[in-house]
Each structure stands twice: as C-alpha cells, then as structure tokens.
C-alpha cells in the first residue's frame, strides 16, 4: 500500500530494508526504510471510538433510561462490555477530548478549559495522540465530527491533520460544532460550503453527513486496520433535529422532544456503523468503543431530569460530583471483546494505551492512563489506577449545575476518587495556588452513597486530608513531555537559492528499545537535499534520541510569499513490529521587505500562530476576526492599527534589513480586561530569533508597556506573546500601533 509505505527522502539506505519509491513531488533521492505491513493472517483490530456530545450516564436503556428509546446501544450492551465506573476526566468538553485523546487527566494535560471560559483550547506538537500512536503501525486514521480545538485554521500543529489524522471531516472549531446547519464543515485543510444552508436556511443536517462520512471511510479502508474516531455534535444543545415525531405524542417541551430525538439518532447512528461493519464483513475484526465527554447537559430548556439523564448520580455537565463526570462506555467486538459488566473504575485516559497494546503500537511513558486491553479480552484484570482526578475551571453557568455546586460552579474546583472514597473541593478565588485550608472540602463514600449525599468530611477528616493531598500531587502548572515520535525543526525563511538547515529528531519515548532507527526528509521537488551527517542507528534505547540534519536548497526561481512544506519521517522497529512517524513543517519563502514606513497590520506576515481565534487586525475583541468589534483601546484611549492575538502567540514579519525601528504599545486591551481581570502575559519581541525585548507581566491592571527598538539589520521580526501564569484565561493582549520605520 504505497499511501502508507512511501514517505522517506533522504538517506536512510543504511537500513538495509527494501527500497521505496519516492514520489513525485520528493526533490531528494528515494529512501529505504522499515515496511509496516502485517504478516498474513495476523491482521490488528480495526477500531471505532464514537463519542457522543453531553450523553449522560442514565441516557440510555442500557444504563436505565425509561424515555428515550436506544435499541442498538442497548443490544451493543448486552452483547458486549458494559462499564459501570467509567469517567470522563472534565465536566466540560474540550479538557475532556483532550484527555481522551493524549492519555492524561485534566492536572496534567494541555487543554485544561472550554474555550468559552476563556481557554486557548489548542494542542501542540509536543501531543501525542492515539491517532498518532496507531497511524505509525500502518493504520488508516479519520476523525470526522467535532474536533474542538482551535484556531479553525489549516496549517497549525492543532488541526487534526498534524496530530495523527489522515482524514478530518467536521468542525475544528469549539463553538462552530454548536451549529447544526452550518454554512460549511472542514474536509482535511479546506472549508467545503454547504450552500443549501447559506443565509441560516436549516436544510442539511450536518450530523447526517458525518453519519455518511464515516460508513464511506469504513468502506474505503475495509481491507487495511484502520481508526475511526466518530465525534457527532448530538445530543448537545440546541435540541435542532430534522425530525422528532418519534416523541410528537409526548407532553413535553419542544426543547425536550428534540433532545429525546437527538439521543435516539445517536443511537441509529452507532447502529448504522455496526451494520456497516457486519455488511463488509469486518465485525470479527473491529472493536467499538462508545462514551460520551461528560454528564448531561441542560441549556436551550431541555429539563435533564424528566429523563432522569444522569441516573443515580448526583450532578450534571460543569459539576465534579459523580453525574458531571461519570459517563456511559460500551466496548464491543465479537471475538475480541468478553460480554458482561465491569466496575473497574475506568477514566477515558484509558483509551490511548489500550488502543496501543491492542494495535500492537508502542505508547508514550509519561500517560496518566492505564491500559484496559486484558480487560477487555476476559484475561486477568487489567491494572487499576491509585487515584482519579478531575479539574475544573469554567465560568459558565446553568442553574441545576450551580444549584448541585452551592452557587459555586464558577469556582475553581477539583476532585478525586480512590477506591470508593470520592473528594471535592472549591476555591473560594480562582487561583490553584491557594493553600489547602483556604478550599472548602467535601468527602463522599460512593459504596454507601452513590448520590452523593451524605458529606463526611467532619467523621473522616484523616481521609479527606489524604485525598487533598492526592490532588495537590495530581497538578503541574506545566507537564513537560517526554519525547516521542518524529519531530522537525525548521527556519522561518527560506530565501531563494540559498541553503538552510533542517533538523529532525527521532525519540524513542517507550518503554523499550527499538532498533534500524532512521529518518529521511521530503522537499518540494526541485529543491536540493544533503544529509550532512548519519541520519541512521542501529539501536535506540528506551529514552533515547536519533538527530539527523540536512542542507536544504530551494531554486533561485521559488515564487516569494509562499509556505513550502517540508516532512520528516522517522522509521523503526519496536518489539510490537515496524513503526513510521512523520512530522510535517513548513518554510516560507519572503514577502518583499517594506519600502516605506508601514503598520505591521498593513504587511503580510511570514507566519502567525494564536493560541485562541484569529490574529486580528486592526480590531481587538478576543474572539472573531477583524472589524467586527471595538478597535484597540488601552485605559479608554481607543488606537485605529494594531494585532489582538491571544497567548501562546507568535507573529513573524519579513524586514530584510530594510527598517531602522520598530515602535508599538503592547499590554491586555480594554475589551479583554472588562471580561475578565485575571488575564496575565508577557512579551517578547526577537529580531533574527535575538531576543531585543522581554517585558514585565502584562495584566489589565498594569496597562501596556511602550516598545521602542533599533531593528537596524534584523531580517525576521517575531513578535510574541506568553502566558505568565501557567493559566491561559482571558490571556487576550494587543499589539497597538505596531510600526516600522525605514531607513
């Protein structure tokens, strides 16, 4: 299969395995390396994750729904493994798909936040993801549905495409997937318009052509292991669906009967992939996974308890109380999975490790999950966790949730559950920091009150100090990562027939050794490629790294202004078989250097990175693109030119030697700072990757500090903003008046 076994460039004969085609596009010479094909007859298990949107834990017959009819989950129940304990490691949907998807809980992960509280919501390079673990042993990877993560731009390491996804169909955005007709969804790095539903006409149901979506990439790949993550934006708010007669005799509110509907479809969705898999055949060879991202919700007037959506429990969607967190998990596969119940206390920072035993991949070591493969094949049971913990910063409120909390849903808050033992606890200021008798504690013994209702904090105060003292040790205000996979490391320019270096590592981020270790570099074609030193090994220990560099040259003919990809691929062979792992960059060849006195907003950057949104121009309101809010304004004095970005950010431009200064104010806007005070970054700005300035933290409080720099002779200007405290809220921060003089 040359889609999966072609990708080398460089110089990695060395390993002495069967040569590989370059393809058109490649500049260098053709490679050699490690062929992940399978031997006959030991074909891996395909997979299918479906996550539902705010599915509760009592939404289904199979968990004691009454009301709402979900035949073909229920059947998946009984014929599969039904988890009793399993959790969601948010109360919120993005901190909860990004741990589900990298493998660590929420004191841990990158994402810590919805969007809408004011978090960057992004991943980065340094995420590995399952897609990423399964796609390096051959698998064919897609995720079509909510994504979730910003910004909704292609071309940055948090779209899916560089975090393991071969194929995306749906919405990268966050707040885009609460849409149900939408004007266009994403396919791979284009946004395709649905021109039936322009002008706000409800005509195409998006989730219909996710469901069609997936059962063709069923199709498409049926012959080769493949993963599926199906992510449809249903049952979450609002309760649109084309057709709820299903529950038109039913005396409830319109936003109710849409809602019954919607879990319904999600259910006949679940059931159309299963017979798709039977109709090919492929239903001994598949394993189904199917949760949900956290309790049930209750915005748009859907009343979550006329269907009792979150069983026994006590809480909902935004509450760390067991209703906000513990969700339905179904695992099915004829052959591959036993039938019957589990109560193994399951979080969903299980999946990455136990897609990766049972694909045979290797798995990064720094996981906060646990594999649950031996589990789910009836062996001796699979290794239980010590503790689970959750964390919760979110400023939106509904009034269930806030009444379930004690009027504090938007107080920072956190919880953990070890055995049976279940502790929350509330910040009374919206720092972490603060000192552990300053947190209002709560502590349940969910063996004898699975509702939540009896608080023993006062008879166990022993327990409830070691459950506190288990969450202080759960969180990092930063978690460095160990490295795994391939990486690349690229400049910023590439100027016409000159040379620059490219360096790429391979890190063996397992627990074991891998062997025939290399890594080969693609160009655009016509470019020049020289490994400057070995870019093989013969071993590489667990921990270890592999660095290879390359002179790279484009011709002196390459078209200014133009972003040129460049992809790396390391290759291996682990002790589960052969592994690929590419890394994708890209160079960007110069806009021309300003011939006068210019606002960097009037100039095309040569890149721009946001953590959240778009980088605007000349407009700053921390969310939406450019003039469609209030222009920059710092202690009420209001500037006409400037950039609003968010943090982490980094914008670079193409000075060519030509500017003599460079001035601007810098600071968290007006705007930003009456959502919100706790905004808190810091600024720097580099000419030619020298840092010329760093200032103090910038809060709402301090105002912006004026830039003032001699840029004589720097060639790239980077300008950069940081978060300053480990928290990425309403980290919103304006460059006002960025201007360059010329010499």
């Given at each position: 299969?040359?889609?999966?076994?072609?990708?080398?460039?460089?110089?990695?004969?060395?390993?002495?395995?069967s040569?590989?085609p370059?393809?058109?596009?490649?500049?260098a010479?053709?490679?050699?390396?490690?062929?992940?094909?399978?031997?006959?007859?030991?074909?891996?298990p395909?997979?299918?994750?479906?996550?539902?949107?705010?599915l509760?834990?009592?939404?289904?017959?199979?968990?004691?729904?009454?009301?709402?009819?979900?035949?073909?989950?229920?059947?998946?129940?009984?014929?599969?493994?039904?988890?009793?304990?399993?959790?969601?490691?948010?109360?919120?949907?993005?901190?909860?798909?990004?741990?589900?998807?990298?493998?660590?809980?929420?004191?841990h992960?990158?994402?810590?936040?919805?969007?809408?509280?004011?978090?960057?919501?992004?991943?980065?390079?340094?995420?590995?993801?399952?897609?990423?673990?399964?796609?390096?042993?051959?698998?064919?990877?897609?995720?079509?549905?909510?994504?979730?993560?910003?910004?909704?731009?292609?071309?940055?390491?948090?779209?899916?495409?560089?975090?393991?996804?071969?194929?995306f169909?749906?919405?990268?955005?966050h707040?885009?997937?609460?849409?149900?007709?939408?004007?266009?969804?994403?396919?791979?790095?284009?946004?395709?318009?649905?021109?039936?539903?322009?002008?706000?006409?409800?005509?195409?149901?998006?989730?219909?052509?996710?469901?069609?979506?997936?059962l063709?990439?069923?199709r498409?790949?049926?012959?080769?292991?493949?993963?599926?993550?199906?992510?449809p934006n249903?049952p979450?708010?609002?309760?649109?669906?084309?057709?709820?007669?299903?529950?038109?005799d039913?005396?409830?509110?319109?936003?109710?009967?849409?809602?019954a509907a919607?879990?319904?479809?999600?259910?006949s969705?679940?059931?159309?992939?299963?017979?798709?898999?039977?109709?090919?055949?492929?239903?001994?060879?598949?394993?189904?996974?199917?949760?949900?991202?956290?309790g049930p919700?209750?915005?748009?007037?859907v009343?979550p308890?006329?269907?009792?959506?979150?069983?026994?429990?006590?809480?909902?969607?935004?509450?760390?109380y067991?209703?906000?967190?513990?969700?339905?998990?179904?695992?099915?596969?004829?052959?591959?999975?036993?039938?019957?119940?589990?109560?193994?206390p399951?979080p969903?920072?299980?999946?990455?490790?136990?897609?990766?035993?049972?694909g045979?991949?290797?798995?990064?070591?720094?996981?906060?999950?646990l594999?649950?493969?031996?589990?789910?094949?009836?062996?001796?049971?699979?290794?239980?966790?010590?503790?689970?913990?959750?964390?919760?910063?979110?400023?939106?409120?509904?009034?269930?949730?806030?009444?379930?909390?004690?009027?504090?849903?938007?107080?920072l808050?956190?919880?953990?559950?070890?055995?049976?033992?279940?502790?929350?606890?509330?910040?009374?200021?919206?720092?972490?920091?603060?000192?552990?008798?300053?947190?209002?504690?709560?502590l349940?013994d969910?063996?004898?009150?699975?509702?939540?209702?009896?608080?023993?904090?006062?008879?166990?105060?022993?327990?409830?100090a070691?459950?506190?003292?288990l969450?202080?040790?759960?969180?990092?205000?930063?978690?460095?990562?160990?490295?795994?996979?391939?990486?690349?490391?690229?400049?910023?320019?590439?100027?016409?027939g000159?040379?620059?270096?490219?360096t790429?590592?391979?890190?063996?981020?397992s627990?074991?050794?891998?062997?025939?270790?290399?890594?080969?570099?693609?160009?655009?074609?016509?470019?020049?490629?020289?490994?400057?030193?070995p870019?093989t090994?013969d071993?590489?220990?667990?921990?270890?790294?592999?660095?290879?560099?390359?002179k790279?040259?484009?011709p002196?003919?390459?078209?200014?202004?133009?972003?040129?990809p460049?992809?790396?691929?390391?290759s291996?062979?682990?002790?589960?078989?052969?592994?690929?792992?590419?890394?994708?960059?890209?160079?960007t060849?110069?806009?021309?250097?300003?011939?006068?006195?210019?606002?960097?907003?009037?100039?095309?950057?040569?890149?721009?990175?946001?953590?959240?949104?778009?980088?605007?121009?000349?407009?700053?309101?921390?969310?939406?693109?450019?003039?469609?809010?209030?222009?920059?304004?710092?202690?009420?004095?209001?500037?006409?030119?400037?950039?609003?970005?968010?943090?982490?950010?980094?914008?670079?431009?193409?000075?060519?030697?030509?500017?003599?200064?460079?001035?601007?104010?810098?600071g968290?806007?007006?705007?930003?700072?009456?959502?919100?005070?706790?905004?808190?970054?810091?600024?720097?700005?580099?000419?030619?990757?020298?840092?010329?300035?760093?200032?103090?933290?910038l809060?709402?409080?301090?105002?912006?500090?004026q830039?003032?720099?001699d840029?004589?002779?720097?060639?790239?200007?980077?300008?950069?903003?940081?978060d300053?405290?480990?928290?990425?809220s309403?980290?919103?921060?304006?460059?006002?008046?960025a201007?360059?003089?010329?010499?």
């Amino acid at each position: 299969m040359s889609s999966r076994r072609t990708f080398l460039a460089g110089s990695t004969a060395a390993l002495g395995l069967s040569a590989v085609p370059a393809g058109p596009a490649q500049a260098a010479p053709s490679a050699q390396g490690v062929d992940t094909a399978e031997p006959s007859g030991t074909r891996p298990p395909n997979f299918v994750v479906v996550l539902a949107d705010d599915l509760g834990y009592g939404s289904l017959g199979a968990y004691g729904q009454k009301l709402i009819t979900t035949s073909r989950l229920d059947r998946l129940a009984a014929e599969g493994l039904r988890f009793t304990d399993a959790y969601s490691t948010a109360a919120v949907c993005a901190p909860s798909r990004c741990s589900l998807l990298t493998g660590l809980h929420t004191g841990h992960s990158r994402v810590r936040a919805n969007p809408s509280s004011g978090g960057q919501g992004s991943l980065t390079s340094d995420d590995t993801t399952f897609a990423e673990v399964l796609r390096a042993r051959g698998y064919r990877t897609a995720v079509i549905g909510k994504w979730g993560f910003g910004p909704e731009a292609a071309g940055q390491e948090s779209h899916p495409a560089a975090r393991g996804f071969e194929e995306f169909y749906g919405y990268i955005d966050h707040g885009h997937a609460h849409q149900y007709y939408p004007a266009y969804l994403w396919h791979n790095d284009v946004k395709e318009p649905i021109p039936a539903n322009a002008g706000g006409v409800k005509a195409v149901y998006a989730p219909d052509l996710l469901e069609q979506r997936a059962l063709d990439f069923i199709r498409a790949h049926a012959s080769e292991p493949f993963l599926l993550l199906l992510t449809p934006n249903v049952p979450h708010a609002p309760s649109d669906i084309p057709d709820s007669r299903a529950y038109a005799d039913r005396s409830w509110s319109a936003a109710d009967k849409g809602h019954a509907a919607q879990v319904t479809y999600f259910d006949s969705l679940v059931g159309k992939v299963v017979d798709r898999l039977r109709e090919l055949g492929l239903e001994q060879d598949t394993i189904v996974l199917v949760t949900s991202d956290n309790g049930p919700h209750e915005e748009g007037g859907v009343n979550p308890d006329l269907f009792d959506a979150n069983g026994p429990l006590r809480g909902y969607k935004r509450n760390l109380y067991e209703g906000g967190v513990r969700v339905p998990l179904i695992a099915w596969g004829p052959g591959r999975v036993r039938q019957g119940t589990s109560d193994r206390p399951t979080p969903l920072t299980d999946v990455l490790p136990t897609l990766a035993e049972l694909g045979g991949a290797p798995s990064p070591t720094d996981l906060d999950g646990l594999s649950a493969a031996p589990l789910l094949a009836g062996r001796a049971d699979s290794a239980r966790h010590g503790h689970l913990y959750w964390f919760r910063d979110e400023w939106g409120v509904t009034a269930r949730a806030d009444a379930q909390d004690g009027r504090r849903a938007t107080w920072l808050a956190e919880a953990v559950r070890r055995d049976n033992w279940k502790a929350v606890r509330f910040a009374p200021e919206r720092d972490h920091r603060l000192p552990d008798d300053t947190w209002q504690v709560e502590l349940y013994d969910l063996a004898t009150d699975l509702g939540e209702t009896r608080d023993v904090v006062d008879r166990y105060p022993a327990k409830a100090a070691e459950l506190v003292a288990l969450m202080r040790s759960s969180w990092k205000d930063a978690y460095p990562r160990t490295p795994f996979g391939a990486r690349l490391t690229l400049p910023r320019l590439a100027v016409p027939g000159k040379a620059f270096t490219v360096t790429a590592t391979l890190d063996n981020g397992s627990a074991r050794p891998w062997t025939v270790a290399g890594l080969g570099l693609r160009a655009p074609a016509g470019w020049t490629v020289t490994a400057t030193g070995p870019t093989t090994a013969d071993r590489l220990a667990a921990g270890g790294r592999l660095t290879a560099s390359w002179k790279v040259t484009p011709p002196a003919h390459t078209a200014a202004a133009t972003a040129w990809p460049l992809t790396v691929e390391g290759s291996a062979r682990t002790p589960a078989g052969p592994v690929r792992y590419p890394a994708t960059g890209t160079v960007t060849t110069p806009p021309p250097a300003p011939t006068r006195d210019s606002y960097l907003s009037d100039l095309s950057w040569i890149s721009a990175t946001n953590g959240w949104g778009p980088v605007e121009r000349d407009a700053s309101n921390g969310k939406n693109a450019a003039g469609d809010g209030p222009l920059i304004s710092f202690g009420g004095t209001t500037h006409a030119k400037g950039l609003g970005v968010h943090a982490p950010s980094d914008i670079a431009y193409h000075l060519g030697g030509a500017a003599v200064r460079f001035t601007s104010l810098v600071g968290i806007d007006d705007f930003s700072a009456r959502q919100s005070s706790v905004g808190a970054t810091r600024a720097k700005v580099y000419g030619d990757d020298r840092v010329l300035l760093t200032t103090p933290t910038l809060t709402a409080a301090t105002g912006p500090v004026q830039v003032d720099l001699d840029v004589r002779g720097v060639r790239v200007l980077r300008l950069v903003v940081e978060d300053a405290d480990n928290r990425t809220s309403f980290d919103h921060t304006s460059w006002a008046l960025a201007h360059v003089t010329v010499g």
